[in-house]
């Protein structure tokens, strides 16, 4: 209770000062699609949207109670979050088509919090995750997230698919394993400890189940091949268990407490260790639920720009991340687990007609008639089926295609995304998201610094190479005791040492060193440490700077930090005309 109410707390502290110093309207950050919407709605429109809704929650069905029973949860919590979360994602989100659940990627890190924290501790990650999706958004980083690099979105991605295969291999082969190690590596070890154990009855109706979702399309591509695997196998084994005497394969309901309605809301009950405070396992949790977080951050906006191009239509990335934000505050509530925007669901609903958030509550209404109605029949479902489901939405993660089309790119962005996937499957999602962002901007630093060029002019300047040159001289001659260097591209920390060196393999001193800076966009702060560093010692020889075509956003930058006062007003120039005849003076 104190870590929800500790969340809530600063949730409100936190929003009402970022909006206060912001200074901006709600509507700019938080102004739901729906009701724009609304506004011009129409019949024809509902008719589309009723049935869209109607499908995506029939696809949806299988998939919540799948990845509520992958989790380690089970099928209730599964279907309740995709009910809770979906209704709030439609409501308050920022796409017109996107559509909020359970997701795949989810399955691992939900797990590891379950064997490490129990459902209290999920409960608390999930809460803190939702704090953090809505200051994103209270703080405008929806566009600045949609630049995480392909690579590693494409690495960690595969990764979580491999991890959910190797998960379902126990239920898949009927192994009926308790104690399987959370390890990659040690879980294949021990199936391969256990391989005596296989049921082949169960296994049977794996390979069934995935052979119907397989060829399914070929046949029909409206009726969704998971959901009718789950109904044609279910009613193949109860035919086995009740008139062939075949009692091996195992239900949903030998498992799990089945589903009987959404639960009443509750705070998560916290069992702390002796000694351990709860700011201390807030702490402790911190990393997972900024994991979760971030995943579903990017999941969201990338399945809403995935949408946006089909639909024609923009997201506002911003209200996005509040609504997936209010959704993770709020299914921690009913026991659900943490939630996104599902892209495979959202492309359902598109192509089925869905064109407003109506079809996304009409998906909800659909899942709770499932919900209320359907339970007992839930528990009939074969464990294996479910394992086949589950192994073909990891197949459809994986993107193989795209990773193979990757290798053929620049060997180090497909370094980064091998990078990613081994961490993503041999420790875990924060580790493999936190090396490969860093990879992936040192790899981004690399490339920068390489494409900046310093380039030094001893005699003469060729106008019809040089675009800040009056256009009726022919050539520019030097002055002699004057070095013109020229730097091309951003002046960085990545770039400023390069100056240094260029300058110590020069023979000669001159009286007068012009820097054209017409190509340099901007100057960080240790580019003006560097920059600076040059000016005071070259003033310590007698060498004079001017500086020549600096750009309106850079003089600002170089005049804040005082370089008017270091080298003289008059020595920053607008272009290299008058940059030389004020070299040619200072050189008398």
């Known amino acids: 209770m104190i870590a929800t109410q500790f ?15 912001m200074k901006v309207s709600v509507k700019e950050v938080f102004y739901p699609k729906i009701i724009s919407c609304l506004k011009n709605y129409t019949k024809a429109i509902f008719v589309k949207d009723l049935m869209a809704g109607i499908i995506v929650g029939i696809v949806a069905i299988p998939l919540a109670i799948a990845f509520g029973i992958a989790s380690g949860v089970g099928p209730t919590e599964g279907l309740t979050t995709a009910i809770i979360a979906g209704l709030i994602i439609s409501l308050f989100g920022g ?72 998960t379902q291999i126990n239920d898949l082969f009927g192994l009926r394993l308790t104690k399987i190690p959370a390890n990659f590596v040690d879980k294949w070890i021990c199936y391969f400890q256990n391989t005596s154990q296989i049921n082949w009855w169960e296994l049977g109706v794996g390979i069934f189940s995935l052979l ?21 196998v279910t009613l193949v084994v109860w035919i086995m268990k009740n008139f062939c005497g075949i ?21 998560p009950e916290l069992t702390l260790e002796e000694g351990q405070t709860v700011f201390a396992l807030v702490r402790e949790l911190f990393p997972a639920a900024f994991t979760i977080a971030m995943l579903g951050a990017i999941e969201s ?28 505050m709020v299914v921690p509530f009913f026991g659900g687990i943490p939630a996104t925007g599902a892209i495979a669901r959202t492309m359902t609903n598109i192509n089925n007609g869905g064109r407003t958030p109506v079809a996304g509550v009409v998906h909800v209404v659909v899942l709770l008639l499932a919900l209320l109605l359907l339970g ?51 420790f875990d999602l924060t580790i493999a998201i936190e090396v490969g962002l860093l990879l992936a901007i040192v790899l981004f630093l690399k490339r920068t610094s390489e494409s900046t060029s310093i380039k030094v002019f001893h005699d003469e300047i060729d106008p019809n190479k040089e675009l800040d040159i009056a256009v009726h001289e022919e050539k520019l001659i030097i002055p002699e005791g004057v070095e013109v260097y020229e730097i091309d591209g951003p002046y960085f920390f990545g770039i400023a040492n390069k100056f240094d060196e260029i300058m110590q393999t020069m023979s000669n001193t001159p009286n007068v060193r012009v820097i054209r800076m017409r190509k340099v966009p901007f100057v960080d702060s240790t580019g003006l440490h560097n920059l600076e560093n ?53 050189n008398r």
């Open 247 to 267: 009692t091996t394969i195992q239900t949903i309901g030998d498992l799990y407490e089945l589903p009987s309605g959404i639960p009443m809301p509750k705070i």
């Open 534 to 586: 040059l000016c005071r010692q070259s003033q310590r020889e007698g060498i004079r700077i001017v500086l020549s075509g600096v750009n309106v956003t850079v003089r600002a930058t170089l005049v804040k930090a005082g370089f008017e006062n270091l080298i003289g007003k008059e020595n920053i120039c607008p272009n290299i005309n008058v940059a030389l005849r004020r070299a040619e003076t200072l």
């Open 95 to 166: 796409s017109k088509v996107q559509i909020g659940g359970p997701t795949g990627a989810f399955i691992i890190i939900i797990y590891g919090i379950i064997q490490n924290y129990g459902i209290a501790g999920l409960s608390i990650a999930t809460i803190m995750a939702g704090v953090l999706l809505v200051l994103m958004g209270v703080c405008k980083l929806g566009s600045i997230i949609k630049f995480v690099p392909y690579p590693v979105v494409v690495g960690f991605t595969a990764g979580i698919a491999l991890t959910i295969f190797s």
């Open 212 to 232: 119907i979702i397989i060829f399914m399309p070929k046949i029909s591509k409206k009726i969704p091949g998971s959901l009718v695997a789950i109904v044609l």
């Open 376 to 426: 007992n029949l839930i528990a009939y479902i074969p464990m294996a089926c479910l394992a086949g489901v589950l192994i073909m939405v990891a197949y459809n993660m994986s993107g193989w295609r795209t990773i193979v089309s990757l290798s053929k790119n620049p060997k180090s962005d497909f370094a980064v995304l091998l990078v990613t996937f081994v961490l993503t499957v041999v």
């Open 7 to 21: 969340c809530y707390y600063i949730l409100c502290c936190g929003v009402k000062k970022i909006f206060f110093v």
């Open 301 to 328: 906006l990338l399945s809403a720009m995935v949408a946006d191009g089909v639909i024609g239509d923009k997201h506002n990335s911003n209200t996005e991340l509040i609504s997936q934000g209010i959704a993770n």
